[in-house]
């Protein structure tokens, strides 16, 4: 089964609006973390944003908050205020405290900033 | 200036050529990683060193062979490739995530576009 699904394979938001962008994930773990990284079309993988199993309150840095709702298991990207060189992939990432280094990463959705 | 960096960034090689990528961080890590990343597939975890020790190997060909020498290097040489190897091949580095640190994060490399012909 998927560790991390993204449906959203392309995503449209107007410049200066905010986004959605959704994941869900599939742990037994009780303790794991949550990532989202963008990747432009260079190539890089940019870390955005973490939320681990246990914090109570929802994660945020800038722009970029994370929706964790930990019964649905679902960990959705808001970015606010879209600006033109948000325009990237965006993968989620989960890490489970038990499977040491693994990292299980999404489909991805690719959004696209509309001037 | 990124701490994880990559050489060559594009590399074109036919089946029966020997190449090989490198991965250099400058973070002060002890674990690196290399991915394979193709186009609309989930990153595909290849190879993990911990402190220059292979811990994973996800069921990768023979045709990829890792060498890790110190900590901040690693390598992926690659041998008799096949067109479907074509991809863009990341490399990244943490500090040992085994044993809980949850929080910590991947850093990555830029990718090398690679192309099998």
């Known amino acids: 089964a998927q560790k991390i699904t993204q449906t959203q394979p392309g995503m449209f938001v107007q410049e200066k609006e905010a986004v959605t962008l959704d994941c869900t994930y599939d742990?037994?773990?009780?303790?794991?973390?949550l990532f989202w990284y963008k990747q432009p079309s260079s190539g890089e993988m940019i870390f955005l944003i973490y939320?681990?199993?246990?914090?109570?309150q929802n994660a945020t840095e800038g722009r970029y908050s994370l929706n964790f709702q930990k019964a649905r298991k679902s960990a959705n990207l808001v970015i606010s205020a879209s600006q033109l060189g948000d325009s990237a992939m965006y993968f989620c990432a989960m890490r489970e405290d038990t499977t040491g280094n693994q990292f299980y990463f999404g489909t991805g959705t690719s959004l696209t900033v509309i001037p | 200036e990124t701490g994880v960096t990559q050489t060559p960034r594009h590399l074109v090689m036919g089946m029966t050529n020997k190449k090989s990528l490198k991965c250099e961080q400058h973070l002060g890590h002890n674990a690196m990683y290399w991915y394979k990343q193709s186009a609309k597939k989930p990153l595909e975890l290849m190879f993990v060193y911990n402190f220059k020790e292979q811990t994973e190997n996800n069921s990768v060909p023979s045709r990829f062979s890792p060498e890790c020498p110190n900590s901040s290097h690693l390598f992926l040489h690659l041998h008799t490739l096949q067109p479907e190897d074509s991809a863009l091949y990341l490399c990244?580095?943490?500090?040992?995530?085994?044993?809980?640190?949850?929080?910590?994060?991947?850093?990555f490399g830029p990718g090398t576009r690679l192309l099998v012909l």
């Open positions: 742990t037994s773990d009780p303790s794991y973390g």
């Open positions: 939320q681990g199993s246990y914090d109570q």
């Open positions: 990244a580095s943490s500090q040992d995530l085994r044993g809980g640190r949850a929080a910590e994060t991947q850093y």
